[in-house]
């Protein structure tokens, strides 16, 4: 019998895989996966602090707001602390864009390159009912000189000048899914090794889908073109699906195909996910899995961002849904 059949091979680890991946570059210095494995332990941890929740007193809200006036979480504040603290131990890192914190956050590693924008734990009103949630980051390199003060221009930079970008997903498994502008990978988190595993190489997100997904309860506050958009959906009997978690809904739509909308509605004229930590780091990853993301009529990543905590109206996904859905406008 082969040796296979007995024992399957477990395949190339995390750390391997971003090893290899930087012996293509020649410049590299190994800041950038040193991390890429920071963010990828903090995941660690919070995935534990996640699994257990229900059976410490980590559920629930823990009476603040943050800075967009949304009750915090404590796992929200937790895993932001959990991040947070990797980042400024790492070393690599000088600046760090949270949505848990009104300024920008100065490691004090001031002859470190890069900036990192993070969601530490989205899906905010998933958490305390044992649905998938996750983190999402993006990484820019600074623009300013080593060892000076840190500018507007570091951090607020448009997507396009991402160097990576990826979100942990905790859900029936635990997931890391990044790209370096070269493709996009998917990670499976083996818990009784404690380690990533590569079990997603060289993801494609389909040109064609048959899922929407949107908070059709707001339907009646939506603008004209979505309104139509989506009796178009209807009309072909598409799958709507809706978790409520923008990294599990956006993770099916990369394996499945489809379209995740967030528009602008009457309440929110902005729509409510935030540009520099939710939209342009999956926008980033949609285009490379060869997707695209939208503000409805702007490419996400082109649009020059004037604030930390800026909105923005998304639409994501697979490459025909999404240009259907902007014919509208
Ligand atoms: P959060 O950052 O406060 O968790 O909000 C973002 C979440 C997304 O994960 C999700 O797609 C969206 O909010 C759901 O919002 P709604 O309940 O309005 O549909
Ligand atoms: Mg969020």
Avoid: W
Avoid at 59 to 72: H, K, L, R
Avoid at 90 to 117: L, Q, R
Avoid at 318 to 323: D, L, N, R, T
């Amino acid at each position: 019998m082969e040796d296979s059949r007995i024992a399957a091979p477990i395949g190339v680890n995390l750390d391997r895989f971003i090893n290899a991946k930087e012996q293509h570059f020649s410049y590299a210095t190994g800041e950038l996966s040193q991390l890429l494995r920071d963010i990828a332990l903090a995941g660690k941890v919070v995935n534990r602090e996640i699994n257990k929740a229900g059976l410490i007193n980590i559920a629930g809200a823990i009476g603040t707001q943050n800075i967009q006036g949304e009750d915090q979480q404590k796992l929200d504040v937790l895993s932001n602390i959990r991040f947070i603290r990797a980042l400024t131990k790492g070393g690599e890192v000088c600046a760090i864009i949270s949505e848990e914190d009104e300024k920008v956050i100065e490691t004090g590693s001031d002859s470190a390159k890069y900036i990192v924008a993070i969601d530490p734990l989205d899906g905010s009103s998933n958490i305390d009912v044992n649905v998938s949630i996750g983190t999402i980051f993006s990484i820019y390199r600074r623009l300013s000189v080593v060892n000076s003060p840190i500018t507007n221009e570091d951090v607020l930079q448009k997507g396009t000048e991402q160097i990576a970008a990826g979100y942990i997903l905790y859900g029936s498994s635990t997931m890391l899914v990044y790209t370096t502008g070269n493709g996009v990978n998917g990670f499976t988190y083996e818990p009784s090794l404690g380690e990533y595993f590569l079990s997603h190489h060289n993801m494609k997100l389909p040109n064609e889908g048959k899922i929407y997904s949107i908070n059709e309860g707001s339907y009646n506050s939506f603008e004209q073109p979505v309104k139509e958009y989506i009796n178009y959906c209807r009309e072909h009997k598409y799958s709507g699906r809706y978790i409520g978690s923008l990294v599990a809904d956006f993770h099916r739509n990369l394996l499945k195909g489809g379209i995740y909308i967030y528009p602008k509605t009457t309440t929110s004229p902005n729509g409510k996910l935030r540009l520099m930590y939710e939209c342009n780091c999956l926008a980033f990853i949609a285009e490379q899995a060869g997707g695209i993301a939208t503000d409805g009529v702007h490419r996400i990543m082109e649009i020059q961002p004037k604030e930390l905590h800026q909105r923005t109206p998304f639409f994501v996904g697979s490459k025909s849904m999404v240009e259907k859905a902007k014919s509208y406008y």
